[in-house]
C-alpha cells in the first residue's frame, strides 16, 4: 500500500463551523506533513510531525490546529476560517522527516463561504 | 486573494519530442534538488532529486542538470507522451534538511 488517503475530498464550511481534515498512510512513514495549495500555486508548507510530535510550524493561525493521534493519522481541526483559507489541503508522509521523497495524497478542495 | 489572470508558465511540446523544464533556484546552502510533477485533481508526484555536489542525474526517461553556478535547476523529458502532461515543481531542502519548498511550477502540454 503505497497511497496516501486524505477525506472529505471536498468541504464547504461556513465561517463559524468546526471541521476537520483526515489523512491516513499505512507505509510505516515516520513523517507527516500538511500543505495549503492555492490554484496555480506551489504548495505552501504548514505543520510537519515527525514520530507523532509535531517538529515544524511555518507560523500557521491558530484557526487551524494539527494532530497526529498515531504513527498512521494526520488531523487538522478548523475552526472560525476566512475566505482567502480557501484552498487545495495537502496531506504527504516520507519514511523520515529528511528524505526528499514524499507521498501526497490527493487533496481536501476546502471552500469557505 | 489571487491575482486575476493569474496564469502557470507554459511548455507545449509534440509528442515524442524532448521536454526541457527550467527552475531558478535561491538557496546555496540546499542539500537536494528535486523535481515533482502534480497531475490535475491529484497530489504532487515524486519524480527525482539530485545532491547539490552532483550535475546530472539519469533516471527512466528523465534527467536533472544541476547548475550551481548560476543557481539553475532543469529536467529533461525524453519522447514526451500525453501522460507526460501535467504541472512540474521544483523544490529544494532547507539549511536543516528537515522540509521541502516548492518553487513555481511549469505546465507541459503534450500535443498528440
Known amino acids: 500500500d503505497t497511497e496516501v488517503t486524505q477525506t472529505p475530498k471536498h468541504l464547504v464550511m461556513g465561517m463559524t463551523n468546526k471541521k476537520s481534515l483526515k489523512c491516513e498512510q499505512h507505509?510505516?512513514?515516520?513523517?507527516m506533513y500538511w500543505y495549503k495549495q492555492k490554484a496555480k500555486k506551489p504548495p505552501e508548507l504548514m505543520f510537519v510531525y515527525s514520530y507523532e510530535k509535531l517538529s515544524i510550524n511555518e507560523s500557521v493561525p491558530s484557526r487551524f490546529s494539527p494532530e497526529c493521534p498515531n504513527s498512521s493519522l494526520l488531523n487538522l481541526h478548523l475552526h472560525a476560517l476566512q475566505p482567502e483559507d480557501s484552498a487545495l489541503y495537502l496531506c504527504?508522509?516520507?519514511?523520515?522527516?529528511?528524505?526528499?521523497?514524499?507521498?501526497f495524497g490527493q487533496g481536501t478542495r476546502l471552500t469557505v463561504v | 486573494g489571487e491575482s486575476v489572470g493569474l496564469h502557470l508558465p507554459t511548455l507545449s511540446v509534440q509528442e515524442g519530442d524532448n521536454s526541457i523544464i527550467n527552475c531558478a533556484y535561491s538557496?546555496?546552502?540546499?542539500?537536494?534538488f528535486i523535481w515533482y510533477k502534480q497531475e490535475s485533481g491529484k497530489g504532487p508526484q515524486f519524480i527525482i532529486d539530485i545532491r547539490s555536489n552532483m550535475d546530472k542525474r539519469q533516471g527512466q526517461r528523465v534527467t536533472v542538470l544541476l547548475n550551481k553556478t548560476v543557481k539553475h535547476l532543469s529536467l529533461q523529458i525524453a519522447a514526451t507522451q500525453p501522460g507526460d502532461s501535467a504541472v512540474y515543481f521544483c523544490a529544494e531542502t532547507n539549511n536543516a534538511g528537515n522540509m521541502l519548498t516548492f518553487g513555481g511550477g511549469t505546465r507541459l502540454m503534450v500535443k498528440p
Open positions: 538557496n546555496s546552502a540546499s542539500d537536494y
Open positions: 504527504a508522509s516520507s519514511p523520515q522527516i529528511m528524505n526528499t521523497e514524499a507521498f
Open positions: 507505509m510505516g512513514h515516520r513523517a
